[in-house]
């Protein structure tokens, strides 16, 4: 009893670590070390700057409402001390900053209406019953896109944004693109469609910095079978030739091993053939009495 309880426990605790192992390794991100298709990306110079991205603007006269973006691709946006009032909540990757702009004495006046996570990380609110939010980074081979030439764009996917309970998102489509060096120009807007903002980031840093050889599938069973069936065919003929030939002296077709054989070899099978098919159809008399002669 005390060896099987020492089992299970062993058992309990192996589970418990590969699980630990498991979520650890599924949860880990590095922007130094993205790995899509074969290719690794490297965005780790874009990870020390938070970007603010121009989106959509909506006249209301006689002012304007402008939808801002601030962005790290990398990990949460930083968020300067004494300014949390300013910025989302802390935890937030992609925060969407809505404006007021108004015209005073010729000069634009910016004022903050409301600031909206659309990606990042949050804990579980008890009181709200709210679960927790992961960003949980996903990048993936993009659809190549017209106008990038021959280099397929990827995609990078940041979740666990929520408005009035609504899931929200941001997509960013990186194109590699060896002119643009400067780590300081913020990607652009694309849209903002069913809770998903999408922008497109053209940089050298989306190009990738290893590609993996592509390695040419492995044989099929069959073919395994059949390669080893025919090298074993050829030799059987190479040495029962060079037997015949020293031993017998044979030239020409008597050179091949065990003739007779494979000349009656036909007929065999079309025997063997024939006596399946009919004992298959019943044809098949077993001889009784006298046979006449």
Not at 158 to 164: C, F, S, T, V, Y
Not at 171 to 178: E, G, L, P, S, W
Not at 194 to 202: C, E, I, L, R
Not at 280 to 293: D, K, M, Q
């Amino acid at each position: 009893m005390t060896r099987s309880y020492f089992q299970k426990s062993c058992l309990l605790v192996t589970i418990t670590a590969l699980a630990a192992i498991a979520t650890t390794v599924a949860g880990a991100y590095d922007c130094s070390e993205i790995r899509v298709e074969g290719n690794t990306y490297n965005i780790d110079a874009l990870k020390s700057i938070t970007y603010t991205v121009t989106g959509k603007s909506k006249v209301v006269k006689p002012s304007t409402i402008r939808e801002d973006y601030h962005l790290n691709p990398c990990q949460p946006i930083d968020i300067p001390e004494g300014k949390e009032s300013e910025n989302c909540e802390k935890g937030t990757w992609v925060c969407k900053d809505t404006k007021l702009i108004t015209e005073q004495d010729k000069e634009s006046k910016e004022t903050q209406l409301f600031l909206q996570q659309i990606a990042g990380s949050a804990p579980a609110d008890e009181s709200t019953k709210t679960p927790a939010r992961d960003v949980d980074p996903l990048a993936v081979k993009a659809d190549k896109l017209e106008d990038v030439g021959f280099v397929v764009p990827w995609t990078l996917t940041l979740h666990g944004g929520a408005i009035d309970s609504r899931n929200q998102s941001a997509v960013i489509t990186f194109i590699c693109d060896k002119s643009a060096t400067d780590v300081k120009v913020a990607p652009t807007f694309t849209s903002y469609v069913d809770g998903v903002a999408s922008f497109t980031w053209k940089t050298e840093h989306a190009c990738p910095i290893h590609t993996e050889l592509p390695t040419a599938p492995g044989m099929s069973g069959f073919s395994v079978f059949m390669t080893v069936l025919f090298v074993f065919a050829v030799i059987y003929v190479v040495l029962g030739a060079v037997y015949n030939h020293q031993v017998y002296g044979a030239k020409g077709l008597d050179l091949l091993p065990n003739l007779d054989f494979w000349r009656d070899f036909p007929g065999l099978v079309v025997d063997v053939v024939r006596h399946v098919w009919d004992s298959v159809t019943g044809r098949a008399t077993s001889s009784r009495g006298y046979v006449s002669v």
